[in-house]
């Protein structure tokens, strides 16, 4: 095995239902000063909104809100936010809400504290502007997928070029992040399947990615198992606290995993399908990843049949290609069942489109990652099968 390390973990994580009572305990380290919490406008106005005020009046700081976040945040949103920060002057930042206010969170953060436009820490800049400090803030999840909450990346849309750029550091990383899953019951089933078929895309290509670290394979794994057993389930009962607290610890396990591993051309595909039409980040991703996984199978096969093993699958007797085929079918399966279609419908691909929709996946910063290189050519023809 070659040498590797990794200095990519969450920092504290308080998990189980609950666990948003334990706020104002963790927010006491920066009583008598202001803090600012990011968030949509839906979830301001939501039950876990008010009670975060509250945890924050109880430990002695005053609560600013900034809650223009959009889903997939543009860079212009993203400023926004850094003038917030810069007008409150807080100590704290708090981030409550799926993974678009905590990606803006980190994102406004990284230009308050080292200056520039978003773009600078584009990882895909041959030049990127060095991320040195960071205000220390607490991630709150309510849905059960991104995994911003634990990890060092922050995904931001560019508003001119219509693509979606990712920018990761360590000083990332929440200083706390309080995952309780009473705030994922209120989730529609369509926004459960998708979330969840982000985090299952996020374990699955952190299990395989050309770069994996032992021991966030080993997260993906419990992840998939998790994700695999659970998912359905909160899809079918969205108050089955079981299945969300389950799901939840699924999305948190493969949000670390990817933080060690990072994830492939699943994502990089994804990534353009979101900025090009519009889809939902995971219902992308799980519109995608079947088809990602079938190519893949001629280069990570055994990793294949790990994952048809974790989902139960049937193996025994199998060669690789045979359960690593499995492996695709369980994944397929299990998409279907919370119903993620296999095809995207009522949208046109032109040869243009496609033609843009290739060159910037192959620019995207996970495509290298991924265990089996592909061609233009390949990527053209993964698209064609999905639109």
């Not at 666990?19 to 301001?44: S, Y």
């Not at 009670?51 to 109880?58: L, Q, S």
């Not at 952190?206 to 997260?219: E, I, N, Q």
């Not at 699943?266 to 995608?288: D, K, P, R, W």
């Amino acid at each position: 095995m070659p040498v590797s390390s990794t200095n990519i973990w969450p920092r504290r994580v308080v998990f189980g239902a609950g666990a948003l009572d334990n706020l104002a305990k963790e927010l006491g380290r920066w009583a008598g000063g202001n803090a600012l919490l990011i968030t949509d406008q839906r979830m301001a106005a939501s039950d876990g909104a008010a009670r975060v005020k509250a945890a924050a009046k109880e430990a002695g700081l005053t609560l600013h809100v900034f809650d223009q976040v959009e889903e997939n945040p543009s860079d212009k949103t993203v400023h926004l936010a850094a003038e917030a920060i810069l007008d409150t002057g807080p100590a704290v930042l708090v981030g409550l809400g799926g993974g678009s206010p905590l990606d803006c969170a980190k994102a406004a953060n990284i230009i308050v504290c080292n200056g520039g436009r978003i773009q600078d820490y584009d990882l895909t800049n041959p030049s990127k502007a060095k991320i040195g400090k960071a205000l220390p803030w607490v991630s709150i999840p309510t849905t059960a997928g991104t995994g911003s909450e634990v990890c060092p990346v922050t995904v931001v849309t560019d508003s001119r070029r219509h693509v979606k750029f990712s920018i990761s550091s360590p000083r990332l990383i929440a200083e706390v992040c309080i995952a309780d899953p009473d705030l994922t019951v209120t989730m529609p089933p369509d926004l459960t399947a998708w979330t969840g078929a982000d985090a299952l895309t996020h374990a699955v290509e952190a299990y395989y990615s050309r770069v994996a670290f032992p021991v966030g394979s080993a997260l993906a794994l419990e992840s998939i198992r998790l994700i695999g057993k659970y998912l359905p389930m909160a899809v079918r009962n969205g108050t089955d606290m079981e299945a969300r607290e389950q799901m939840l610890m699924g999305s948190l396990l493969a949000g670390i995993a990817f933080a060690q591993n990072a994830l492939g051309l699943a994502h990089a595909m994804a990534h353009q399908l979101t900025s090009e039409f519009g889809l939902q980040h995971g219902l992308a991703n799980g519109i995608v990843l079947p088809l990602v996984m079938e190519f893949n199978a001629r280069g990570a096969p055994q990793k294949l049949a790990a994952v048809a093993q974790a989902l139960g699958a049937p193996t025994s007797g199998l060669g690789d290609a045979e359960v690593a085929n499995k492996g695709i079918e369980a994944v397929q399966a299990l998409l279907a069942s919370i119903g993620i279609p296999s095809r995207i419908e009522g949208v046109t691909l032109t040869e243009s489109v496609k033609e843009r929709l290739v060159a910037q996946a192959m620019g995207d910063t996970l495509f290298g990652l991924n265990p089996v290189k592909a061609t233009a050519s390949e990527i053209s023809e993964l698209y064609n099968r999905v639109i």
